[in-house]
């Protein structure tokens, strides 16, 4: 059986849905000339709207359309386009990041006379069959029982405090997969993995970890099993207090295929602790001590029992970009950080000046000023206080396009129509389907965004690179989505004919 997953359950998407319209949300268009702003988006201006847009032919270096090029605004997930060129730029595109199982204790026969140690690598793809390698490693060296703890090394950065609501409030609770707090190391996006399995009609299902036999977490309630054609109504929320993250279930699930459904963590570093001490249970390993958190250096020199790598550089990238995928943009950006910087963050807008620093070095030094910097307090783009312009991103796309060893992993990782995973964005001409390769950005709190930047390709094989930016503002605090699209679609469609 394949286990049924939908947007509400699954951790991929938007991140951060209060404040984007279902993750990766359409197409913009292009705006005109700043003295004469084409009529579908003029409207927009004229009704309250900001609007900053860029249209750059790459080849000659011709602005091709401009309407406030400067002008800084939140960028929502269109900052992800800033974290991808950096990752391509400090790392391979191939890079993996390694996470090991270590110990500095000796091994007596079947027994580990001390702690077992997971030490991070800051790899947002770790999921728990990661930790099922690992177990099987241990098992293979032989091992049956662990005489210490279990510590769990987050490293390459330690904790991170939450600074967005949506993060803050999952501490406590959470009935979502897009709020988890950020960790070094952390399986499935931070989050829990539930599998429900139905049974039959009038009878509990069975609720139980995705990945392992029983969740190493207490559960509370039951979901009943209704009838095929009966109305799915199951919920599950994640509670945390002094002992710990728990779930409490209820509703109805129709028999059939099971639900897979992801709920935050309070703490991912020691979540991943927990799954892993469970598989290592299933698989005949006994640990005698807790699990443990622990950033601190480990003494002694250290033997390797098991290693995992995760998936490779681009591969996380594109799914940052297609699936606009916030935990994996802010874990990068944390990285980055912690590669590029003397020492970790203590917070993720700390953090966020690698990004900044990238986009200004793109810009003539003359140019730049402390007030004229880019903004970036987040990677994923979550935190409205980010501010990009329109020329920030076509800067960004025009270097990307002239890097013959980066461009083609970066425009590897952005959407094309034709292929997209979103239905909506699969209908239009046949040159918005095939000529155009994008990267989408949406928020709705506390005013809307709608942008998009990317590459548009020529009907003579030229390239364009472009960028537009629409938010709301005090007098007109929400641009409706569909007006939005419509408008910027028009224009974009009116680009793809001229060129």
Request: glycine share 10%; charged share 20%.
């Amino acid at each position: 059986m394949h286990a049924r997953e939908s947007g509400k359950h699954w951790p991929h998407g938007c991140g951060l849905l209060p404040l984007c319209t279902a993750g990766v949300v359409a197409a913009l268009a292009l705006a005109a000339p700043a003295c004469a702003a084409p009529g579908a988006l003029a409207t927009l201006v004229s009704a309250g709207a900001a609007v900053s847009a860029a249209a750059v032919d790459l080849q000659s270096g011709k602005v091709l359309e401009q309407y406030h090029p400067d002008t800084r605004l939140t960028p929502a997930s269109l900052t992800k386009l800033t974290t991808a060129a950096v990752a391509l730029q400090t790392w391979p595109a191939d890079k993996m990041f390694t996470t090991r199982l270590v110990t500095s204790a000796r091994v007596s026969g079947s027994r580990l006379e001390g702690d077992l140690i997971l030490q991070g690598a800051g790899d947002p793809s770790l999921d728990e069959h990661s930790l099922w390698t690992l177990a099987a490693q241990v098992r293979g060296a032989g091992i049956e029982r662990i005489h210490g703890r279990l510590i769990v090394d987050p490293a390459p950065f330690g904790s991170v405090s939450c600074e967005t609501k949506d993060r803050c409030d999952a501490l406590k609770r959470s009935d979502n997969a897009y709020n988890a707090p950020l960790s070094a190391v952390g399986v499935d996006f931070g989050n829990w993995c539930v599998l429900v399995r139905p049974t039959l009609p009038g009878a509990s299902a069975f609720v139980r970890g995705c990945a392992v036999a029983a969740l190493p977490i207490p559960v509370d309630g039951i979901i009943k099993t209704v009838g095929a054609g009966a109305r799915e109504s199951l919920w599950v929320e994640r509670v945390t207090d002094a002992s710990g993250d728990r779930l409490h279930i209820g509703g109805d699930v129709p028999a059939g295929d099971p639900v897979r459904l992801y709920r935050a963590m309070s703490d991912p570093a020691r979540g991943v602790g927990l799954l892993l001490e469970q598989a290592l249970g299933e698989i005949g390993v006994a640990i005698d001590g807790p699990v443990v958190v622990s950033a601190a250096g480990m003494p002694g020199p250290m033997t390797v029992l098991g290693e995992t790598q995760g998936l490779a550089l681009r591969e996380q990238l594109g799914r940052m970009l297609r699936f606009s995928n916030n935990y994996i943009a802010d874990v990068l950006t944390l990285d980055l950080a912690s590669q590029l910087s003397e020492q970790p963050a203590a917070r993720l807008s700390d953090a966020g000046h690698v990004l900044a620093d990238f986009l200004v070095r793109l810009e003539p030094a003359s140019a730049v000023t402390a007030a004229s910097r880019p903004l970036i307090l987040s990677g994923s783009g979550l935190t409205p206080e980010n501010r990009l312009s329109a020329s920030d991103l076509v800067d960004l796309l025009a270097h990307e396009y002239r890097d013959a060893r980066h461009f083609p992993a970066f425009y590897g990782t952005l959407v094309v129509p034709r292929d997209a995973p979103f239905a909506f964005l699969r209908s239009g001409s046949e040159a918005w389907l095939d000529r155009v390769a994008l990267k989408t950005g949406t928020m709705q709190d506390p005013y809307s965004v709608c942008g998009i930047a990317g590459f548009l390709r020529k009907r003579d094989g030229g390239w364009i690179a472009f960028a537009e930016i629409v938010n709301g503002t005090q007098r007109m605090p929400h641009v409706r989505l569909d007006q939005a699209l419509a408008a910027e679609r028009s224009e974009l469609d009116a680009l793809l004919a001229r060129y």
